[in-house]
């Protein structure tokens, strides 16, 4: 847990940073499929993780995560990869396509376990 408190107080601390360029609707949209995708990947880990015979492979949250690790963990990464984007408008789109893309495909995977 003190793993993800510090990435809480990294995300709090780059979020503070100067002014960003707008979010036009594409970037919106893109920003809603990568919560999305990030959202099934979560739940399905959460799900395949009631399985004894199923374990994680994330080195920070450890093979079996609580329910609520996973939860703050989920809503970490989410905070930090949006925050992210929202700073660096160059790699914006690509970024949350490629990361929506990846957390649906985790999904995926986790939902046929």
């Not at 793993?3 to 979020?15: D, G, N, V």
Request: proline letters at 6%.
């Amino acid at each position: 847990m003190k793993k993800i408190i510090a990435l809480f107080t990294l995300i709090i601390i780059f979020s503070s940073c100067g002014p960003t360029k707008p979010w036009t609707r594409w970037d919106k949209a893109c920003g809603a499929f990568y919560a999305m995708g990030h959202g099934a990947d979560i739940a399905s880990t959460e799900k395949a993780l009631d399985n004894p015979n199923n374990y994680e492979m994330n080195p920070i949250l450890g093979k079996h995560p609580t329910d609520t690790e996973i939860a703050v963990w989920g809503v970490a990464t989410t905070m930090g990869v949006l925050i992210v984007a929202d700073r660096i408008p160059q790699i914006r789109k690509p970024l949350l396509f490629i990361l929506g893309t990846l957390g649906f495909g985790l999904g995926y995977h986790n939902s046929q376990l």
